[in-house]
């Protein structure tokens, strides 16, 4: 079992930057893929990053590209996602999760809210 906690999410400026933590609990993250989902309200939820578990490979959306970066700290059990120049479009409920082959773990999400 995975325990998944995300923090950082804030109202922020467009244009902003904003920083996302998932911290785990119960195992070590690096036998896991870690990803990065989002919700914006009344849409389905949405892939933004990944961060394979067993090599530097890393993808992202296109709508995220060049603008978030996704990176993990084995040895702190924890996963960051950096976003920079943000947009009001990015305003969503952002959710970390783990996984193997599917994404098993899940946490409770942090909202974003990005104002023009």
């Known amino acids: 079992q995975v325990l998944l906690v995300e923090s950082g999410g804030a109202l922020v400026q467009a244009g902003g930057s904003l920083r996302l933590s998932c911290a785990a609990s119960g195992r070590t993250i690096s036998g896991y893929n870690m990803g990065w989902f989002r919700q914006a309200p009344g849409k389905e939820r949405e892939f933004v990053a990944a961060a394979r578990r067993s090599v530097s490979i890393t993808t992202y959306a296109d709508s995220v590209k060049g603008r978030f970066t996704v990176s993990r700290d084995n040895a702190k059990n924890t996963v960051y996602l950096q976003m920079n120049s943000l947009k009001p479009e990015d305003t969503a409920v952002y959710y970390c999760?783990?996984?193997?082959?599917?994404?098993?773990?899940w946490g409770q999400g942090t909202q974003v809210t990005v104002s023009t």
């Open positions: 999760a783990a996984g193997i082959n599917l994404y098993d773990y």
